[in-house]
């Protein structure tokens, strides 16, 4: 994968395939202590002690459509390619929690990419699942919740055209205030 997206699109996936009922997904950046951190938690069905020992064995998966899981063990090497940290926490009907941080400004941090297009593409696709996606830029933040847009809409599906646009300006807006015009993420 190229981008950090990408990665959060491939875990956030694996979290509503575990039937998470909601996935929070925060996107922290610090130039300062020059750290950028991306964590994933769900409150899916969770993984036993052993499932968290190999989850980052490339040749391991609980999938039976295939042999390896990828994703993961990339996420986790792409966070210590930049003299990051990576950590899985989970429990059994409880959830799991994945953390990983990267050095900002490492020569071999992969762009972060286009967040918001991941987060609308989960929100779009998986109707029985709510979003919590946090952003935060310097200290300065935004949040969406899709439990409070749901709120909001009463019986309108966040599918909708109008809904989807509105969470697609709502995010690009929110991001570009937070980044206060800073594009090379």
């Known amino acids: 994968m190229t981008e950090l997206s990408l990665h ?15 996935v929070t997904v925060s996107v922290s950046i610090d130039t300062k202590a020059d750290r ?14 052993e499932q968290v020992a190999h989850v980052t064995d490339p040749f ?3 999938r039976t459509t295939r042999k390896v899981g ?12 930049t003299g990051g940290q990576f950590s899985i926490t989970s429990a059994v009907g409880i959830g799991t929690t994945v953390c990983a941080e990267f050095g900002f400004s490492h020569i071999d941090r992969m762009p972060l990419g286009d967040m918001n297009a991941t ?6 696709m998986h109707q029985d699942c709510d979003f919590l996606y946090t952003y935060e830029y310097d200290g300065r933040s935004f949040a969406l919740d ?6 909001l809409l009463g019986d309108v599906p966040l599918d909708t055209p ?12 929110n991001e570009s205030e937070a ?3 800073q594009n090379n993420i």
């Open 119 to 124: 987060i609308r593409q989960l929100i779009l």
């Open 36 to 49: 950028l951190a991306i964590t994933i938690i769900d409150d899916g069905c969770g993984m036993t002690e």
């Open 8 to 22: 959060v699109l491939d875990i956030a996936e694996n979290s509503t395939k575990a039937k998470a009922s909601l």
């Open 70 to 81: 990828l994703g993961v063990p990339f996420f986790k090497m792409a966070a210590e390619a």
């Open 146 to 151: 899709t439990r409070e847009v749901r709120e």
């Open 60 to 62: 391991f998966t609980t």
């Open 179 to 181: 980044n206060q015009g």
């Open 162 to 173: 109008e809904v989807s646009e509105y969470l697609k300006q709502y995010l690009s807006e």
